[in-house]
Structures are given as structure tokens and as C-alpha cells.
């Protein structure tokens, strides 16, 4: 029954011992914040990444397959629409019919090979009835602030091979502007251009491929390469579950180390039924013991900490 006892009293002094650390201000406060960050990695930060990685390899594979494609007529897949579906960018089509060249506008503030570049955007009626954008490509310009001169597009009826691209869309304040005797934008988006030259153009635009009739310096296809947001998305994963593990083993540590402190503490303190000062056995004519020092417990538990991290000196 003693033995029962006691286990019965150091379970319930171990359950105390966890109660009295996890309900510390301090150990509440990190845990609110490690729960916080760990929903974070896990509802926003790793599915953000990942997120980026499937639009990525969506995006590497539908180049990919446009590259050796057949081209089709772009009616086919753009007529009635108001915008270009994700799954649609990319794909290589036909069109025929002639450029409107007096209705031409410069794309500023672009990059070619490194260099500061124009890109040139030119409105196309086609036979169909319908006014698509062309660019035409790219015009490398010295000072990044002046058109370059640059072939006009050809006249007369041709019959084109582009890629299909999406609207880059118009931040507010930026409309198409006149500027050094031409028509600039500073993104590609059939909506504001044709507002300006009082078109009404399709959805996305026509990205011209290599040796085409009216083709400049040719839009490079992006690189195939998905990056490095599944591995982020893969870390915050992980990060997610070492936060909660790391606090678990942190309060784990401060409960063992209060516990090995009292165990040191309380062995340190005489125990009860030690003999008294008067009981030496010298009354009995017996030699007298030797002076015993008493440790306290405070030198005990200062013994305990030096045999663990080392003593000074």
C-alpha cells in the first residue's frame, strides 16, 4: 500500500509539474504564437508556393506542347470570347489578312536581352472581320527614352503564325500616352489600345513567331524551368511541424529540469531521526565521531549544475 502510495504521489506530482509550466505566461505566449505561425505555414505560406508551382509546370508544359504544334486559325479558338483561357495561351495559330499600320503603338519601358527595348504593337485586320493586336516584336533602343527607327509593317494581305498571349492588363493612371511623335503604353493590353486607336480588338494579343512578315526582334519564349516554389512550399511544410515539436521539447526540458532540481534539493536536507548534537556517544565513553558538514541544498544543486555544464576555472 506504501508503494501504491507513493507512485500515486509522484504521478500526481509529475502532472502538477506540467500544469504549473505549460500554464506560465511565458509558455502560453510562445505557444499562441507557435499555433499562429504553424496555421500560417500551413493555410497560406506552403499552399502559396505550391500554388506558383503548379501554375509554373501548367504553364512550362503548355509551351512546351505549342512548340512543335500544328498551328490552327485563331477564330477557332478566340472568336466570342472577352478574355484568353489559361489553357488556351501559348498555342500557335494562323491568321490572315493585313496590318493597320497608321494605328500602330509602342510598348516602352521593355527589355532585351538585357537592353532597354520598344516593343511594337500593331493592330491587324483579319479577313474574318475581326481587329487582333500583333506584336511585332522587339526594337532595341540607346537611351531607353527615344524610339529607335524601325521597319514599317508590310502592306497588302499576308497570313501570319503567332502565339497567343494573355492581357497584361492596365494599372489605373497608366492610359496610352502621345510622346516623341508616337502612340506608347506601358502594358500590353488589347483593351487600352484599342480605346486609343478606336478599335475594337480581340481578346489577349498575337505574339509573332521567328521569320514572319512584319516581325522585328522575335518575344522569346519564357525558360522552361519551374523554379523553386515547391521546395519553399515543401519548407514551410516543414516548418509547420518543427514549431509545435520544438516547443513540446522545449517544455518537456523545463519540466525534467525543475523536476532533477527538487530531487537535488530534497536530498540535500537532513532527514529526520538524524542523531543530535549532544547524541555523540561520547556520553558513553565512546570516542567522539567525527564533525560531519552538512550540505545545503543550495550547494547541492550548484554541484549537480557543475557536473553537467562543467566547472569554472
Partial sequence: MAERGGRGEIARGTV?????????????????????????????????????N????????????????????VGSLLNGLTAVPADREWRKVTVTGH??????VVARLRTWNGDPAYE??????????????????????????????YPAAPT??????????????TAAGRAMRNEAGYRQVATIDPVTVG???????AAGYLALTDQQP???????LPQLDAGPYLSYGLQWLAFGIMAPTALGYFIYSEVRRRREEREVMAAAEPTAGAAAPGDDGADRGG??????????????????????YGRKG
Wanted: glycine share 8%.
Fill in 16 to 52: 502538477w509539474q506540467w500544469v504549473r509550466v505549460v500554464f506560465a505566461p511565458r509558455w502560453i505566449a510562445l505557444a499562441l504564437f507557435v499555433v499562429g505561425f504553424t496555421a500560417l505555414c500551413w493555410s497560406v505560406l506552403a499552399p502559396w508556393q505550391l500554388g506558383k
Fill in 54 to 73: 503548379v501554375t509554373t509546370s501548367h504553364r512550362n508544359q503548355q509551351i512546351a506542347d505549342s512548340v512543335n504544334a500544328t498551328p490552327v486559325p
Fill in 99 to 104: 496590318y493597320l499600320d497608321d494605328k500602330e
Fill in 120 to 149: 511594337i504593337l500593331t493592330p491587324f485586320a483579319a479577313v474574318d472581320g475581326t481587329d487582333y493586336l500583333v506584336d511585332r516584336g522587339f526594337v532595341k533602343t540607346a537611351s531607353g527614352d527615344s524610339v529607335p527607327a
Fill in 156 to 169: 497588302g494581305s499576308v497570313t501570319l503564325i503567332a502565339r497567343i498571349r494573355r492581357s497584361e492588363g
Fill in 195 to 201: 480605346d486609343g486607336v478606336g478599335l475594337k480588338l
Fill in 214 to 220: 512584319g516581325g522585328l526582334g522575335t518575344v522569346p
Fill in 287 to 308: 570516542a567522539p565521531p567525527e564533525p560531519v558538514r552538512v550540505i545545503t541544498p543550495e550547494e547541492a544543486l550548484a554541484a549537480r549544475l557543475a557536473d553537467r
